[in-house]
């Protein structure tokens, strides 16, 4: 392990998830947009410890492989940026509306920081860390918005949201975390074809798959899928390689789908 000392692994595991599940708490409907960015500047705090643990132990044997790994979404997140200047162009947007997009773009950008943080911190069992920080977020939104709405009504507009109701009300319209509930794809991806064949594994893929479904993106619904039939196409195609980039083509079959489904900024 890159940090010594169970007991230091296990704090500082705690501490990443605090900060994340207190960042994520931001996509709370119940906060300004101020408050909402100030909670989110909490995962910097992330990266500083990444740092802060880098400088006093030097140890850098895993930031090339964590450096690789970003490397390849950082790859798509340009791809993606080029596209959208591109769009902004020839649909003559406004400054306020392009002022608003690369906002978006230098969140992405951290959220790269935060990846490549957990990566050299904790190794693969990052994906796991960050999901226990999401999941407690994603609950205790579940909590909040259970009292807001009462269990009874809570209940029968998700009925109506996975009857086909075209708009989504109470409940079920508070649930809809656009940034969180994406991720769960990508969790569901790791936990269906890479993790370890354990309990936390099943259990932190229910998860996923339920709150993943309570956020109904119906742009998400439909990237999953075809992100798992584009990476079994491509398995076909060549011999298996490297553990990573099977997890490469895969969520990057995924993120294609889900940023092809967006449109000014919003996704359905």
């Not at 643990?53 to 044997?61: M, N």
Request: glycine share 8%; with cysteine.
């Amino acid at each position: 392990m890159i940090i010594n000392g169970e007991k230091r692994k296990i704090a500082m595991e705690i501490a990443y998830i605090l900060m994340l599940m207190s960042a994520a708490m931001g996509d709370l409907k119940v906060f300004s947009v101020s408050q909402t960015r100030m909670m989110k500047a909490i995962s910097l705090f992330i990266v500083v410890m990444a740092a802060a643990y880098l400088f006093i132990s030097g140890r850098l044997e895993r930031v090339k492989t964590a450096a690789s790994f970003v490397g390849v979404y950082g790859f798509v997140l340009i791809g993606i940026i080029v596209w959208s200047i591109f769009l902004w162009i020839i649909n003559i947007e406004s400054i306020d509306f392009i002022l608003r997009g690369a906002s978006k773009f230098m969140y992405q950008f951290l959220v790269l920081l935060i990846i490549f943080s957990g990566a050299y911190l904790f190794g693969e069992r990052a994906i796991f860390t960050t999901f226990y920080g999401l999941a407690a977020a994603n609950m205790l939104m579940v909590v909040y918005n259970l009292g807001v709405y009462g269990i009874s009504d809570s209940i029968n507009s998700v009925i109506a949201m996975l009857m086909g109701s075209d708009a989504q009300e109470g409940f079920a319209r508070a649930m809809e975390i656009h940034d969180i509930t994406f991720t769960y794809g990508f969790f569901i991806i790791y936990l269906l074809f890479f993790a370890q064949h354990t309990k936390e594994r099943i259990l932190c893929l229910l998860v996923s798959i339920f709150f993943f479904i309570l956020g109904w993106k119906r742009i998400a619904l439909l990237a999953l899928p075809v992100a798992l039939f584009f990476g079994l196409i491509m398995g076909r195609m060549k011999p298996k390689t490297y553990r990573i980039y099977e997890i490469h083509r895969l969520v990057c079959g995924y993120h294609f789908v889900w940023v092809c489904g967006c449109n000014k900024n919003r996704c359905i």
